[in-house]
T-cell receptor
Framework: DTAVSQTPKYLVTQMGNDKSIKCEQN?????MYWYKQDSKKFLKIMFS???????INETVPNRFSPKSPDKAHLNLHINSLELGDSAVYFC?????????????FGSGTRLTVV | AQKITQTQPGMFVQEKEAVTLDCTYD???????LFWYKQPSSGEMIFLIY??????QNATEGRYSLNFQKARKSANLVISASQLGDSAMYFC?????????????FGAGTRLFVKA
């Protein structure tokens, strides 16, 4: 039973296209996140949602739009894809938006823009 | 300025020996959390250990322990009795309050190689 599941696992698309990545968690967690891991393995937060409400929105191009229809789902839609968007995108969740909770991560979505 | 610094891009350790992965952090907030995550070559991220800024004792989880030196702002991960399966990237992370919520920032990672 996968705790945090992301689909698709791999995504290859052309520049200019629009694509979505879906994330679902069955842990009953309140808080969900999107992180981007670049080719040098650096992880950077993009968005954080708590009970469907956006609480952290880092400096991310507005081509990236997250949506949380309920607290178990957090999707990421990307418009007008660019070469620099190629990365691994991780969804994660934590029980609460508190200091002492570690994240449970999804397996990642490797996005390649050609 | 870097909030989380991992100065060792790569480390080698002999199987069954202990290894320390370094991490220093920078914050002016008295309340924060420190974490270590493991990323094997398969790509998933695995939470290993947590240390709170007010915790008096160093955190331990099985073969993992966190050497927390608050005055030095360091949170080194110690892995005892290394196993081949410990070969992976290891990320140190700090969680602190941000506008509207809490934010976790990751270091650049240390790649650990365990030799047979």
């Amino acid at each position: 039973d996968t705790a945090v599941s992301q689909t698709p696992k791999y995504l290859v698309t052309q520049m200019g296209n629009d694509k979505s990545i879906k994330c679902e968690q069955n842990l009953g967690h309140d808080t969900m996140y999107w992180y981007k891991q670049d080719s040098k393995k650096f992880l950077k937060i993009m968005f954080s949602y708590n009970n469907k409400e956006l609480i952290i929105n880092e400096t991310v191009p507005n081509r990236f739009s997250p949506k949380s229809p309920d607290k178990a789902h957090l999707n990421l839609h990307i418009n007008s894809l660019e070469l620099g968007d190629s990365a691994v995108y991780f969804c994660a969740s934590s029980p609460r938006d508190r200091l002492n909770y570690g994240y449970t991560f999804g397996s990642g979505t490797r996005l390649t823009v050609v | 300025a870097q909030k989380i610094t991992q100065t060792q891009p790569g480390m080698f350790v002999q199987e069954k020996e202990a290894v320390t992965l370094d991490c220093t952090y920078d914050t002016s907030d008295p309340s924060y959390g420190l974490f270590w995550y493991k990323q094997p070559s398969s790509g998933e991220m695995i939470f290993l250990i947590y240390q709170g800024s007010y915790d008096q004792q160093n955190a331990t989880e099985g073969r993992y322990s966190l050497n927390f030196q608050k005055a030095r702002k360091s949170a080194n991960l110690v892995i005892s009795a290394s196993q081949l399966g410990d070969s992976a990237m290891y990320f140190c992370a700090m969680r602190e309050a941000d506008t509207g919520g809490f934010k976790t920032i990751f270091g650049a990672g240390t790649r650990l190689f365990v030799k047979a």
